[in-house]
């Protein structure tokens, strides 16, 4: 099965997101939308997996999770890949939070490639896809659209705390992407 490890995100942070994505659907760029209730803030894709590395996830999911103590995330900024004036990935940044989140997708990394799962060669950056652009079609005017949400960011941010790490199960159909939750995995209270 295709499955990666995210950390979900509650329902109040998904409206906020779609709020953004309103905000930046103004711009009329060729966007991907990511279905709100779809979004979430990869910490490892894991691709194809089978049964044993499943039991073997689950696993290093629990020992990693019981290490650690749940955290605040605080979005406030808003850009792109690879860049703002050429997106490609328009994603939610997130401020507070960010070295706990490293921290977690680097021990998700070092614990997975030892059970055979391919290394990610890009380094690590925390961020959350809200969308994805199939041509460049009206790119400045998103990029306008991307800064203004972002210096709007004094009143229009959002903090949450993460309690868990979930896997899950990713369906590829043509409508998009179906999740399921195959395990969570909750962190230590404060
Ligand atoms: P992204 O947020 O950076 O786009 C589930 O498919 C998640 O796994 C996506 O949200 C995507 O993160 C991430 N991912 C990483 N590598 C991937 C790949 N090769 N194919 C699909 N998704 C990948």
């Known amino acids: 099965m295709r499955a990666f490890i995210a950390i979900d995100l509650p329902q109040e942070i998904k409206d906020y997101l779609a709020k ?4 930046l659907k103004s711009s009329n760029a060729d966007v991907k939308w990511v279905n709100p209730q779809n979004i979430h803030l990869t910490l490892k894709f894991l691709g194809e997996i089978d049964e044993k ?3 073997q ?3 290093i999911l629990e020992d990693i999770a019981g290490n650690k103590t749940q955290f605040y995330i605080h979005l406030t900024s808003f850009g792109a890949f690879p860049n703002i004036k050429s997106a490609r990935v328009i994603w939610a940044g997130i401020d507070k939070g960010d070295s706990e989140v490293k921290q ?3 021990d998700l990394e070092k614990e997975s490639e030892k059970i055979g799962i391919p290394k990610e060669e890009r380094p690590f950056s925390s961020h959350i896809t809200i969308g994805r652009t199939r041509s460049s079609k009206n790119r400045n005017k998103l990029s306008q659209a991307l800064e203004n949400l972002t210096s709007e960011s004094g009143g229009f941010s959002a903090e949450f705390t993460a309690v868990k790490i979930t896997l899950f199960q990713s369906t590829l159909t043509p409508k998009g992407p179906i999740y ?4 969570e995995a909750h962190l230590k209270t404060i």
């Open 20 to 23: 953004a994505q309103a905000k």
């Open 180 to 183: 399921e939750t195959l395990k």
């Open 104 to 106: 977690i997708a680097e």
């Open 57 to 59: 996830i689950t696993q």
């Open 53 to 55: 590395q499943l039991n």
